[in-house]
């Protein structure tokens, strides 16, 4: 079993319709530290709390078995809610259509995901966010002809983000530069499962014990905020759309803790480009495998995201206890 650091039922995407029809004129976004905006990242969670709705399109040739290769196409949504300003929880769920080499494809909903996090630290002259929190992949709630497991997946993990804008003036074009990450692993309530098969030759039924390692989520994203740069450091004269956007690479690994893959990571590099408005962010990377166990084929992500506390204020957009 390997999981990849990304964003994660058909419930949220009327939700998602809906705030398509009630969006109004573009206009200030959540995930502020002082003068620091950190945007939402396609491949990396972020450190932040905030009311948000995320849709994530992804299309990946991946390292399939028997050496051959998998092509996922994806749909993932994302709801988060504040139940108070520094604590919120998430839910998340995905469709995906998956085509093996010579072989026929299957989609399905992968398992459903659900989050608890709690921003414990802000520090605004130094830009700076420190979470915690815990999520979980509900075992059995998705479509084992694509891959969702029968068991669940815990992971609690920590968050950060540190934007230095608290540079000296000598490195004042460096102050647009922020970095944020997340480690956490992935821990399986389930260390084994019994697979059962046909033998197509005998007709007999046989029994196969597949191992589920435990394996650590860690990346990070490296950004430098356009916006930052014109408006906090000098004024270069970057108009619309350039004057709203962050220039991202993002690096999301995992590593195999135990079993027979153990010390074996796979990930990606991502560089891409975010745009955002008070309302609303879009975004679009590319996914650059970093070894031939993670894949050998370039793949696409593409975000829309919302940012509700905006959108809503007084209503949909506020924590539940203030």
Known sequence: MERHCAIKKPAFAVVAALLLLLLPSLSSAHGLAGKRFFPTTLAVDDPFVSDELSLLVGHIKSAGEGGGSDTTTSVSIDYSKRITKDLGLSLGESYSRVKPSGGDSSSGFGNLEVGLKYQFFKNDEHETILSAGVGAEIGGTGSRSIGSESFTVLTP??????????????????????????????????????????????????????????????????????????????????????????????????????????????????????????????????????????????????????????????????????
């Open 157 to 322: 993990a920590v968050f950060f983000g540190k934007g230095l804008g608290d540079l000296p003036d000598a490195a004042k074009f460096l102050r647009p530069l922020a970095i944020t990450g997340i480690i956490g692993p992935n821990i399986p309530t389930k260390t084994s499962t019994v697979v059962t098969t046909v033998n197509p030759d005998t007709g007999g039924i046989e029994e196969d014990i597949q191992r589920n390692p435990t394996t650590l989520s860690w990346g990070f994203t490296l950004q430098y905020s356009l916006q930052y740069l014109q408006t906090y450091v000098k004024d270069v004269g970057l108009s619309s759309p350039l004057n709203r956007s962050v220039l991202v690479v993002e690096f999301p690994f995992e590593t195999c803790l135990t079993g027979d893959c153990k010390g074996k990571t796979t990930g990606f590099v991502n560089p891409g480009l975010l745009w955002f408005g008070k309302q609303v962010q879009l975004g679009i990377e590319a996914q650059i495998p970093v070894n031939s166990r993670t894949g050998k084929n370039v793949g696409i992500l593409g975000l829309v995201h919302f940012f509700l506390d905006d959108l809503f204020p007084q209503g949909l957009g506020r924590p539940v206890f203030r």
